[in-house]
């Protein structure tokens, strides 16, 4: 259990004019699970590779535990990890693999034995330990992959897109074992993903990615529900957040914005005070399905609620609810209805839009107009 | 289902097979004129015809080519060559296998700057002719007092090697995921570490494939032999030579046949033992993690 430091982590490659990683900052508590999320080519793994030393950084540094360990070997470091590939040694039954870590170090024989002993009852792998790792399942393998990397009682854990060569059903349970794993071992992890579910559901914090830079870094809530700029917004949540192009205008009863449907329809939506400066200037309504449903009794006198109809275009049944599809402004919208509530498409549906939590952006800057 | 399986007495099959074991005929002829030939008394070569079977089966012909034909002056046959061609082979396969493995290692999982120029210039070695170098390869084994003997012929055999050994094994490894290595570093193997324990147990069917290869190219080679070795340090493809054109009035054909077959063995043995692994090195395209 160890506390991790970036400062300012910089990364040019050879040859390459720009940078990769462009001033990194993150803190990561003792016992923090921190995912690093990103689109491929976000400098996400380069960033992860950087702290296990597999590549050197062009500045800052990486401090485990007050030390700085940049200039380390990654042998050197005690971090150990997970690879999407498993990397198992392909001529090493399970048992070696495991061991082999303990075996370099010098680790007697008798304290390998019990530690290789402990991992594979942890991971539920004990019947596996002799067989060669071309024998095992995708899922099997993956936790061998883990158990050489728990094995090792490593300062810090380095998770490089673990689940993304399982197929989705044992994705979501190896997603749920990790998450188990980490509360009864309380050790600290940096999980590299692409996959925003994976980023949600697993973090104590989410770091968002792009082009190099740390876009936002903060709770799975946080990163939901405000999220600091258009590419957080739209790539947390799925299905994503609409963006729609408002103007804010000034009545007697406060300030709203007007969104138009298909078919000419127009409804005026309450947005909150904190726009006054914003009055007669176009911003973008962040808005996500949620926020627009049924029609519910109870929400109803809010005053941040507003009805209106509007034409669906499309659902798309998920099981628990119903994605309805309409258009708001020339943009395709999308609603997540009860999967009860009756809609068809082509048909009105009357909808209740909850104002309370949208979120709205400079158009400009793409940054979140925040609250004053 | 019924009519699925159909025998196979079609006329395309039977063509096909026919034309197959036509082609296995002709190249198998000279092989077989060979053998019959060695087993064959002087009498029965005269006499006879090339194409028939021995009228007395002899060994003598094989025995008189392992220990009493005369190559030049000597008349010990070829078994002192044989053995010489052993002492040039082992090493100078071994060597040259063992150094290639390790320069594709390097190659190709700890590339440096310059690396890709350094394996394309390496892969000229494989183009430059043997008689280009004769020369100057026989100053410079003069200068380092190796000139006539095995340990000479080995170093020259592993220098031209090298450039073959090097090129199969880059490959074979560039298909190895670097994954392996990066989780090997982090376990806290160095790099020789990583090479001897996570490697090389991977490259049974490409160190078969390097094996056959150059156990054939050296076994075989004459030019050098003849060039860089002399007199009790020749390798048995130069004294197969002197045999065949040393002449004590009668050719003995059943002899030259034998002490040819002789030569030709170990490459044979090599290739059936090792066969099985160098088509399946050849077509190794992946090493699934």
């Known amino acids: 259990m160890s506390q991790l430091e970036l400062r300012d982590i910089r990364k040019t490659y050879a040859g390459a004019l720009d940078e990769t990683l462009k001033g990194i900052n993150i803190d990561i508590a003792s016992g923090e699970f921190l995912t690093l999320v990103g689109p491929s080519g976000c400098g996400k793994s380069t960033l992860m590779n950087s702290i296990a030393g597999l590549e050197t950084i062009t500045g800052g540094s990486i401090v485990v535990d007050g030390k700085d360990i940049s200039g380390m070997e990654p042998k050197d470091r005690d971090i150990a990890m997970v690879f999407q590939s498993y990397a198992l040694y392909p001529t090493m039954s399970v048992r070696e693999n495991i061991a082999f870590g303990l075996k370099i170090r010098g680790m007697p024989k008798e304290e390998i034995r019990q530690e290789v002993e402990r991992v594979a009852d942890l991971l539920q792998i004990s019947p596996l330990l002799d067989k060669k790792p071309s024998r095992l399942s995708g899922g099997q393998q993956q936790r061998v992959a883990m158990g050489r990397a728990l094995a090792r009682r490593p300062k810090i854990y380095l998770f490089d897109e673990p689940l993304s060569n399982l197929d989705a059903k044992l994705r979501v349970e190896m997603r749920t074992e990790i998450k188990k794993l980490h509360q009864r071992l309380k050790t600290t992890i940096v999980y590299v993903t692409h996959d925003q579910i994976e980023a949600m559901t697993l973090a104590d914090r989410i770091a968002v990615l792009k082009d190099g830079e740390l876009q936002q870094l903060g709770t799975p809530k946080e990163v939901y529900d405000t999220p600091e700029n ?55 309504l962040g808005i996500r399905p949620e926020h627009i449903s049924q029609p519910d009794e109870q929400k109803r006198d809010n005053m941040m609620v507003e009805e209106g109809r509007f034409t669906v275009e499309v659902t798309e049944p998920t099981g628990p609810d119903v994605i309805a599809v309409i258009r708001l402004n020339g943009i395709d919208v999308q609603c997540r209805l009860d999967a009860e509530h009756p809609v068809e498409w082509g048909e009105d549906a009357e909808l209740m839009f909850d104002m309370r939590k949208v979120v709205f952006f400079d158009p400009q800057s793409e940054k979140r107009i925040r609250p004053q | ?106 190659l190709s999982k700890w590339k440096f700057k310059g690396s890709d120029l350094m394996f394309g210039m390496l892969l000229f070695g494989c183009f430059v002719p043997f008689q280009v170098v004769l020369l100057p390869m026989a100053a410079t084994l003069g200068k380092l007092g190796l000139a006539n003997t095995t340990a000479g012929l080995v170093l020259v055999h592993v220098i031209y090697g090298v450039a073959f050994t090097t090129l199969f094994f880059r490959n074979y490894y560039v298909a190895v995921p670097d994954a392996l290595v990066k989780a090997a570093r982090l376990d806290g193997a160095g790099f020789f570490t990583i090479f001897f324990r996570i490697l090389l147990p991977l490259s049974t069917p490409i160190f078969m494939v390097s094996l056959i290869w150059q156990f054939t190219q050296i076994w075989n080679d004459f030019l050098f032999g003849v060039v860089f070795a002399s007199g009790d340090s020749q390798p048995i493809t130069v004294a197969l030579n002197n045999l065949v054109n040393t002449s004590t009035g009668v050719k003995e054909y059943n002899v030259d046949m034998a002490a040819a077959m002789i030569a030709a063995l170990p490459t044979l043995v090599v290739y059936i033992v090792a066969g099985k692994y160098f088509i399946r090195g050849l077509t190794a395209g992946s090493v699934k993690g």
Do not use: H
């Open chain 1, 230 to 284: 258009l590419f957080v917004a739209s790539f947390m949540g799925s299905p994503s957040m609409s963006f729609i192009d408002v103007t804010v205008e000034r009545s007697d009863t406060g300030l709203s914005v007007t969104v138009e449907g298909s078919d000419g329809r127009t409804l005026a939506l309450p947005v909150p005070e904190y726009l006054e400066n914003w009055a007669g200037n176009r911003v973008v």
């Open chain 2, 1 to 106: 289902m019924t009519d699925v399986v159909r025998t196979g007495f079609r006329p395309s099959r039977i063509a096909i097979y026919g034309v197959l074991l036509l082609a296995c005929l002709v190249y198998l002829i000279p092989l077989i004129i060979m053998l019959i030939t060695s087993f064959k008394t002087p009498m029965d070569i005269r006499t006879g015809n090339l194409l028939a079977l021995p009228t007395d089966w002899t060994v003598m012909g094989w025995t008189k080519a392992w220990s009493e034909a005369c190559t030049g002056v000597q008349c010990e046959g070829v078994r002192g060559f044989f053995w010489n061609s052993f002492k040039m082979t082992v090493p100078a396969v071994l060597i040259s296998t063992l150094l290639g493995a390790f320069n594709g290692y390097v």
